[in-house]
C-alpha cells in the first residue's frame, strides 16, 4: 500500500512537471498550429537565466520567475516576429526553423559553459515533508501548485477577457478573425510570447530540482509533446490532465516494469490515443486533420 | 500540353551527374581524408534522396527515419557477428524489414497529417532509441556492437578508403535511381496529387492511404541499405549514433531541405554543402568551444529557412538563366 501511494505519489508530481512544460507548448501549437521543436531549450533558457540571476543577483529561483517570465515573453515575441511569422504558410519550413534553433541555442549555451553541470542549493531545494509514510520533494510540490495555478489562470483569461476571446477565435479560424477586425499577427506575437514566458517559468521551478545541462530541454520535450497529443490540440486542461496521464503511465511502468522502459509504456498509450481518439481526450474534432492547411 | 517527363528523359542528366561525382572520387584518390568526407557526403546523400520520396514528393514529413537505418545497421551486425554471413546477403532483408516496419506504422500515422504526423513519427524514433538500449542481446545494448577489422571484398571491409567512396556512390545512384523512377512512374504522379491536395487526389480516385503507404515502404527500405552500409563503414555502432533525432532522423530531412524538398537532385545538392560544412566546422570551430560548430549550422538551417525556402535548387533556378539548363534539375 505505501509502495503504490510513493508510486502513485511521485508519477503525480512529475506529471506537474510535464504539465508545466507541454502548456506553454500547446499553446503556440493549438494557436499558431507550429510545432516548437525548441520549447525544450526555451525551458533550458530559462534553468540558465535563473542560475545566473540566483549567482550574480543572489535573487531566489522562485522569485527569479518575475525576471525570467518578462525575458523569455520578449525572446518569443522576437523569434515569432523575425522567423516564424515570415514562414507563416510554410509548415516545413517553420520545422525546420525551429530545429534550427533548437540546434542555435543548445550548442550555444554549451559553448558558452563548455558543458560544466550546475546546480542551485537553496534550503528549500532538498528540504522534503511527510505524506502519511512517502516523503516528498517540497519544489516538486511547488511546481505541482504552479502548474494548477497556471492552468486556472489560462484557461480563466481565454474564456474571459477580451484577448483571450481573440486568441482563440484565431486558433478556430484565422481568416474569419480577421474579418472580426483581430489583429492576427500581433495575437500570433502575444501567443508565442506566452508560451515561450511559461517555458521560462518553467524553466525557474525546475532549477532547484534538476542539475543544469545545455540538453536538458531534450528530456522534457518528447513527454511534453505526447501530452499534446494526448490531451488535445490547444486544450489547456488537456495539456494539464495529460501531463498527469503521462507521469502516472511513466511512474507506475518505471516501478511495476522496468525503469528503462517507462518511455516505452507512455508511447504505448500514446499510439492507443492515436488510433481510438486522434483529437486526444480535450481536443476539438477534427483538429489533427486540419493542422496544416494553409487558412489564407 | 507539354508530354509527362518519363524516367527515359532522366537518364542523361543521371548518367552527368555518375561521371561528375565518380570524377571528384578519381580526382581525390590519393586523399584518404577527403574520400571520408565524399563516403559520408554520398552515404547521406542517398539517405536524404530516400527521405525526400515520402517527405518531399509525398508531403510527410517523417521524422522516424532513422528507425529504419538503425534496423538496417543492427540486422546486418547481427548477421554478420552472429551468422557469420556475408553483409551483402543483408542488403535485402534490411530493405524489406525496414519497409515492413514502415507499413506496419503507417496504419496509426497516416491517420494524422502534418504537425502531428511529424511528432508521432519523433516520438516512434525516440520510443526506438529507448528499446535499442533495452534490448541488448539484439543491439548490444548502450556498449555497442563491433564488427571486426577482416578486409576482404565479401565482408565488405576494405583497407582503402577509396573503396568506401565507390560503395557509397553505388548506394547514392540506386537512390537515384529509385527515386526518379518513382517520380515518373504513376505512383509518383499520385503521390504528388496527394501533397498538393489530398482531397482533389481522393476525389480523382487515388487511393491516398495506399500511395502514401508505398512511398513509406520505397523510403524505408532505401533507408534500411543505407544503415546496412553505414555499420560496415564505421564498424562500431551504439543506439546513440543511430537514433539520436539530431544526428539521424531529423539530418536526413534537413539535407533534402536545404538542398531542395520534392527535387529529384535537391537531396544531393544538400548533402554537397552540408556534409562538408560540417567536417570543415568541426575541424576548424570544434576545437574553440564545444558545440560551436553546430551553432554555425543552427544558425545556417534558420537562415536557410528564411531566405533559400527552395533550397539549393530553388535559389539555382531563379538564377537569370535560360529556362533549358534550370528547368532540366528540378522540374517535377
Redesign the interface.
Known amino acids: 500500500m505505501g509502495t503504490l501511494l510513493s508510486v502513485l505519489l511521485s508519477g503525480l508530481l512529475l506529471g506537474g512537471l510535464y504539465s508545466l512544460v507541454a502548456i506553454g507548448l500547446n499553446l503556440i501549437?493549438g494557436v499558431i498550429?507550429?510545432?516548437n521543436f525548441a520549447q525544450g531549450e526555451f525551458v533550458m533558457l530559462g534553468m540558465y537565466a535563473t542560475f545566473v540571476a540566483y549567482n550574480l543577483l543572489h535573487i531566489d529561483p522562485y522569485l527569479a520567475i518575475l525576471l525570467v517570465f518578462p525575458l523569455l515573453f520578449v525572446f518569443g515575441i522576437l523569434v515569432q516576429r523575425f522567423?516564424l511569422q515570415?514562414?507563416q504558410n510554410?509548415?516545413?519550413?517553420?520545422?525546420?526553423?525551429t530545429?534550427?534553433?533548437?540546434?542555435?541555442?543548445?550548442?550555444?549555451v554549451?559553448?558558452?559553459t563548455?558543458?560544466a553541470a550546475y546546480s542551485i542549493r537553496t534550503p528549500l531545494s532538498s528540504m522534503a515533508i511527510a505524506v502519511g509514510p512517502v516523503q516528498v520533494s517540497v519544489p516538486r510540490v511547488i511546481a505541482l501548485a504552479a502548474v494548477t495555478a497556471v492552468a486556472l489562470i489560462l484557461q480563466w483569461g481565454l474564456r474571459n477577457t477580451m484577448t483571450g476571446k481573440a486568441v482563440r477565435a484565431v486558433a478556430q479560424d484565422r481568416r474569419a478573425a480577421r474579418l472580426m477586425g483581430i489583429d492576427v499577427e500581433r495575437t500570433y506575437m502575444l501567443t508565442f510570447g506566452v508560451g515561450a514566458g511559461l517555458a521560462g517559468m518553467a524553466g525557474a521551478l525546475l532549477t532547484p530540482i534538476f542539475t543544469l545541462s545545455?540538453q536538458i530541454g531534450g528530456n522534457f520535450i518528447?513527454a511534453a509533446?505526447?501530452v499534446?497529443?494526448l490531451g488535445g490540440l490547444g486544450s489547456v486542461p488537456g495539456a494539464y490532465i495529460g501531463g498527469f496521464l503521462i507521469g502516472m503511465t511513466e511512474a507506475l511502468a518505471g516501478y511495476y516494469l522496468?525503469p528503462?522502459?517507462k518511455?516505452?509504456a507512455w508511447?504505448a498509450i500514446?499510439?492507443i490515443m492515436?488510433?481510438v481518439r486522434?483529437t486526444g481526450l480535450f481536443g476539438l474534432a477534427g483538429a489533427?486533420?486540419?493542422?496544416?492547411?494553409v487558412q489564407e | 500540353m507539354p508530354r509527362i517527363r518519363t524516367f527515359r528523359q532522366e537518364l542523361p542528366p543521371l548518367a552527368l551527374t555518375a561521371v561528375l561525382l565518380a570524377a571528384l572520387v578519381g580526382l581525390y584518390s590519393g586523399d584518404n581524408f577527403t574520400l571520408n568526407i565524399l563516403a559520408t557526403t554520398f552515404l547521406f546523400a542517398g539517405l536524404a534522396t530516400a527521405w525526400n520520396i515520402l517527405g518531399g514528393f509525398g508531403g510527410q514529413f517523417s521524422l522516424c527515419h532513422g528507425v529504419f537505418f538503425a534496423e538496417g545497421a543492427y540486422l546486418t551486425a547481427n548477421m554478420v557477428l552472429g551468422a557469420g554471413l556475408s553483409p551483402w546477403w543483408s542488403l535485402a532483408p534490411a530493405a524489406g524489414l525496414a519497409a515492413a516496419t514502415a507499413v506496419l506504422i503507417s496504419w496509426p500515422a497516416f491517420r494524422l497529417r502534418g504537425p502531428f504526423f511529424a511528432i508521432a513519427t519523433m516520438t516512434f524514433s525516440e520510443v526506438v532509441l529507448v528499446l535499442a538500449n533495452y534490448f541488448e542481446s539484439i543491439t548490444g545494448g548502450p556498449q555497442g556492437m563491433r564488427v571486426p577489422f577482416r578486409p576482404g571484398w565479401q565482408n565488405m571491409i576494405f583497407t582503402g578508403r577509396i573503396a568506401y567512396a565507390w560503395l557509397m556512390l553505388g548506394f547514392l545512384l540506386l537512390a537515384l535511381i529509385v527515386s526518379l523512377v518513382l517520380l515518373r512512374s504513376r505512383l509518383g504522379y499520385y503521390l504528388q496529387a496527394v501533397r498538393d491536395n489530398e482531397a482533389a487526389a481522393e476525389a480523382s480516385g487515388i487511393d491516398v492511404l495506399r500511395t502514401k503507404l508505398m512511398a513509406f515502404a520505397i523510403s524505408a527500405a532505401v533507408t534500411g541499405v543505407g544503415g546496412s552500409l553505414f555499420v560496415m563503414y564505421v564498424r562500431i555502432v551504439d543506439p546513440p549514433t543511430l537514433l539520436t533525432l539530431s544526428d539521424v532522423g531529423v539530418r536526413f530531412a534537413l539535407i533534402a531541405l536545404i538542398g531542395g524538398v520534392g527535387t529529384g537532385y535537391g537531396p544531393l545538392f544538400g548533402a554537397l554543402l552540408v556534409v562538408p560544412l560540417e567536417a570543415w566546422l568541426r575541424a576548424e570551430l570544434g576545437a574553440y568551444a564545444p558545440g560551436s560548430n553546430l551553432v554555425v549550422l543552427g544558425a545556417v538551417l534558420v537562415l536557410a529557412a528564411l531566405f533559400f525556402k527552395r533550397g539549393l535548387v530553388g535559389a539555382f533556378q531563379s538564377l537569370p538563366l535560360p529556362a533549358r539548363w534550370t528547368g532540366r534539375l528540378a522540374r517535377t
Open positions: 501549437f498550429r507550429v510545432v522567423i515570415r514562414l510554410e509548415p516545413m519550413m517553420q520545422v525546420f526553423a530545429f534550427g534553433l533548437l540546434m542555435l541555442l543548445q550548442n550555444l554549451l559553448a558558452v563548455g558543458g545545455p518528447l509533446f505526447a499534446v497529443v522496468d528503462s522502459l518511455q516505452a508511447f500514446f499510439i492515436l488510433i486522434p489533427e486533420e486540419v493542422g496544416l492547411r
